[in-house]
C-alpha cells in the first residue's frame, strides 16, 4: 500500500480513537496486506530504521511495556484503533497507539492518566527519565537469536510439499490469517515447531499448534493482476486456518 509518512516530531496530547469493543478487530480496516484500491507500495531506498528520533523511543517503549507488562504480540492493541485513525496514521503512530491500548488495558495507568501526562509534556513539563542498565541490556539481547519456547502440542498434520488450502472464514475477534489468502490452494514449505494460536492467545488461552510456511503462486492470490514473471509468496499460518488441498 502507499505509505503514510511519519510527522516529524512526536504525536502529543491525545489518544487515538478506539473500536470501544473488548476484543481487537482484524477483518476491518487493520487486515490491508494485499487489498486493492491503495496504490503501490511504495520502497524507499536505504531506508533508515526511524525517520525521526521519537519513532525510536516508540520501539523502545513497546519494548519496556512488554518486559513490565508481559509480552505477547502489540497487533492485537494495534487492531483497537479506529479506522480513521488507522488509515490516517503512520507505522509508528500506530505502534504508538498500541503500546496505550497496551499499559491501559494492563492498568498499568489509567486513560485519564495518561492523558493528564500529555497534555502536561506539551505544556512544557520536563519528560521524566527513568534509566534501567539491566532491562536495556535484555533488551539489545532480543535483536539477535533467541530460543524459541517450546509447547505440547499434537504433531503437524502436513508436511513440506503438502498441498493445502486456507479455510474461508470471517473470524470475530484477532486473526493471523490475513483475508488475502482465503481460499487459496498453496503448498507446505517449511514446518515450524508449535506455537499458541493467536487468535485464542489473545483471550488467554494458550492452545498451542504446529504453524507452516506455505508457498502460493501469484496469480492463485490475485488472478489476472498478479505481477508476471516467476514469484512465489510466502506466508506463515496456524494448522487451524488450512485443510487438504483436495478439498
Request: net charge negative.
Amino acid at each position: 500500500m502507499a505509505r503514510t509518512l511519519p510527522p516529524a516530531s512526536a504525536p502529543t496530547g491525545h489518544l487515538w480513537p478506539s473500536t470501544g469493543g473488548t476484543l481487537p478487530v482484524m477483518d476491518s480496516v487493520h487486515d490491508i496486506g494485499g487489498m486493492q484500491g491503495f496504490g503501490p507500495v511504495e520502497a524507499e531506498p536505504d531506508e533508515p530504521p526511524f525517520h525521526a528520533p521519537w519513532e525510536g523511543r516508540v520501539h523502545g517503549l513497546m519494548l519496556a511495556s512488554a518486559l513490565a507488562l508481559g509480552g505477547g504480540s502489540l497487533r492485537p492493541d494495534i487492531e483497537r484503533m479506529g479506522s480513521a485513525a488507522y488509515l490516517s496514521t503512520s507505522y509508528y503512530e500506530h505502534w504508538l497507539a498500541g503500546v496505550e491500548a497496551r499499559v491501559i488495558g494492563r492498568s498499568a495507568v489509567t486513560r485519564d492518566e495518561l492523558a493528564a501526562k500529555q497534555h502536561a509534556i506539551a505544556a512544557g513539563e520536563p519528560v521524566p527519565e527513568h534509566r534501567d542498565p539491566e532491562a536495556g541490556a535484555f533488551a539489545r539481547s532480543l535483536f539477535g537469536p533467541f530460543e524459541v519456547d517450546q509447547h505440547d502440542a499434537p504433531a503437524a498434520r502436513f508436511g513440506p510439499g503438502d498441498a493445502v488450502r486456507v479455510k474461508r472464514m470471517h473470524p470475530a475477534g484477532h486473526t493471523r490469517c490475513p483475508r488475502y489468502v482465503r481460499g487459496a490452494r498453496g503448498t507446505i514449505a517449511l514446518v515450524h515447531p508449535a506455537q499458541p494460536l493467536p487468535d485464542r492467545a489473545v483471550q488467554g488461552e494458550i492452545d498451542a499448534e504446529a504453524f507452516y510456511s506455505v508457498a502460493f503462486a501469484p496469480a492463485e492470490l490475485w488472478g489476472a493482476d498478479a505481477e508476471p514473471g516467476a514469484a512465489t509468496i510466502l506466508v506463515d499460518l496456524w494448522e487451524s486456518y488450512l485443510e487438504g488441498g483436495d478439498r
